[in-house]
């Protein structure tokens, strides 16, 4: 019975096939438009219209605005000789960087500049020193060239620094690394034994720790004391020392006491603060007229009040506000303003401060503090 039911679904299958109109199982694919022109092969990059124009001279009319002249393609061999070579450079990535040739890194070329470190921070003015001598200000510069520059340094015992550091800053030394062959000196003292070496010291600490800065610390760094050097003959331009900070009074006081912070931050917070307190101010007194007037309207009556002026009415409210009073703290005594004392001791208590009095040139009065011992039995 197997056998048989498959001899069925065969022989089914197969007069299905043979009815079966290929020609109307699939959508046929749009006509072409008049005029077009198969071609069975092109050649290969041939993508635009001048290269199909090329193939087929006659695609397109003479009339037709596509039409385009040209000459038939000439198609060579691969391999011929008569072919362009085509290599463009691979990976290119623009022009090749500028570096600075060995005749330019030599010393006859380099420019000399002069400082005038009176007034300065010593940071501020140590940075910028750095930054010449290894020419990171140059248009020139390379981190694998030396472009470099000559930096003088004159007045260096004019030289600054903000809070207690001339006081408290401390320099250590210690030349064959011995142990208990520490020398400490103070920046007051240095300044006026060897006003040279703070500058050194701080423009070292500035520069990267390398052979090749070591090298150019040395060489081009030329320090003095007072406002002449040896190398007017170099001509230095002048460096503009306004891009540099100066050390002022404002540089020791605290940011939020400075001048221009006071001016510019400060002062516009404090008269929105002002602002605010005084609205708040004004509603809550316009609130409490506002209840007065109500009470004594009510007191009055709305038929009195009726005519009579504003100003007056306010003025009788007044008055009356005030016989009021009177009459009720008539023989009473005047109310005394309640001290703050501590718990149990019953001592006063009192603002202390240690710049009381101190633009006076007073002292307070010392103030003899008792005990009251009848207060503590009581409680």
Known sequence: ???????????????????????EAFVQSPPRPAGSVIVEKLPRGLTCRRGLAQIIPDRYARNSPEYEPAEPAIVLPYGSRELKEWNPIPQWRGEKT???????QDDKHRQWYHFDAEKKTLGHLAKAVALVLQGKESPLYDPTRDVGAYAIVTNCERIRVSGKKYHYKLYLRNIGNRPGHMKVERFKDLLKRFPERIIMRAVWGMMPKTPANRRI???????????????????????????????????????????????NIKLPKLAKEDAFKTQRADEWRLKKTKYFLKKHLK????????????????KAAREEEAERVFEKSKGLPLPKRKTPVFYKTWLPKKKYSDNRNQRKGLTPPQVKMEWKTELNQKS
């Open 299 to 314: 007191n009055v009556g709305a038929e009195a009040a009726k005519d009579v002026d504003m100003g007056e009415f306010i």
């Open 217 to 263: 610390f040395k060489e081009r760094l030329k320090l003095f004391a007072g406002p002449n050097h040896l190398y007017y003959n170099k001509d230095p331009v002048e460096y503009p020392m306004h891009k540099i900070k100066d050390c002022t009074h404002a540089s020791n006081l605290r940011h939020r006491d400075r001048t221009l912070v006071y001016q």
């Open 1 to 23: 019975m197997a056998s048989r039911k498959s001899w069925q679904v065969a022989l089914a299958f197969l007069a299905v096939l043979a009815a079966w109109n290929w020609s």
């Open 98 to 104: 500028y570096h600075p040739c060995k005749e330019l």
